[in-house]
């Protein structure tokens, strides 16, 4: 079975720093990959995902992630944080060519300082 | 164009009661999924229907049951309610239309306490 280790559990960068936020997974194929961010009180936004194909992802709202196959990662970047992004980050992985079930890690809090 | 909408936003129930949770996928979509999201965890997957069948299950007792209508809106049921019930429910529409691989559209879910 897959599994999702986000390393961090609260990342607290100054507004206009650059961000990373680590993601690992245990998977014995190339995994379906995601990463989700949820603000306090709503559900989750899709950021970017990973199928194939080019391993650097663009996403919405200035993300962009980087699949490395030979260290397991997938991990979230962005060049210059704003307050908005003050949130709860979520990588989750889905086995390829099996049933779709994620499996989500345990999340990063990210705080953004002024 | 409507998002995944659920109901209530909060619910507050006592151990041993029955709860309905209930959710309109996004316009277009026919699958639906449920997740448990306990504080300070990620989401764990519950169960995923589609064409009014339950597809897949996560790792979770009998007392959560579920069901989805024709027009795809989905209703999650919990039995004999535990204090470790109390979570954030989150439901998630797609289009798989059976390909199993189409990114999830989250609703802002409810927010389930059990005293």
């Known amino acids: 079975a897959q599994s999702v280790t986000q390393p961090d559990i609260h990342i607290t960068v100054s507004e206009g720093a650059s961000l990373e936020l680590r993601c690992n997974y245990s998977y014995g194929a190339t995994p379906y990959l995601f990463w989700y961010v949820q603000s306090p009180g709503q559900g989750l936004q899709l950021l970017l995902k990973y199928f194939s194909g080019d391993t650097l992802v663009q996403g919405i709202k200035g993300f962009e992630a980087e699949f490395k196959r030979s260290q397991s990662s997938f991990n979230l970047r962005k060049p210059s944080v704003h307050w908005s992004d003050a949130a709860e980050y979520f990588c989750?992985?889905?086995?390829?060519?099996?049933?779709?079930?994620?499996?989500f890690g345990r999340g990063t809090s990210l705080i953004v300082h002024p | 164009d409507a998002g995944v909408t659920q109901s209530p936003t909060h619910l507050i129930k006592t151990r041993g009661q029955q709860v309905t949770l209930r959710c309109s996928p996004k316009?277009?979509?026919?699958?639906v999924s449920w997740y448990q999201q306990a504080l300070g965890q990620g989401p764990q997957f519950i169960f995923q229907?589609?064409?009014?069948?339950?597809?897949q299950r996560g790792n979770f007792p009998d007392r959560f049951s579920g069901h989805q209508f024709p027009n795809y809106s989905s209703e999650l049921n919990v039995n004999a309610l535990l204090l470790g019930d109390s979570a954030l429910y989150l439901c998630?529409?797609?289009?798989?239309?059976?390909?199993?691989?189409?990114?999830?559209?989250f609703g802002d879910g409810t927010r389930l306490s059990i005293l």
């Open positions: 989750a992985v889905v086995a390829s060519g099996g049933s779709y079930i994620p499996t």
């Open positions: 229907y589609y064409e009014e069948e339950e597809r």
């Open positions: 998630a529409s797609s289009a798989d239309r059976g390909e199993n691989n189409q990114p999830q559209h």
């Open positions: 316009s277009g979509h026919d699958t």
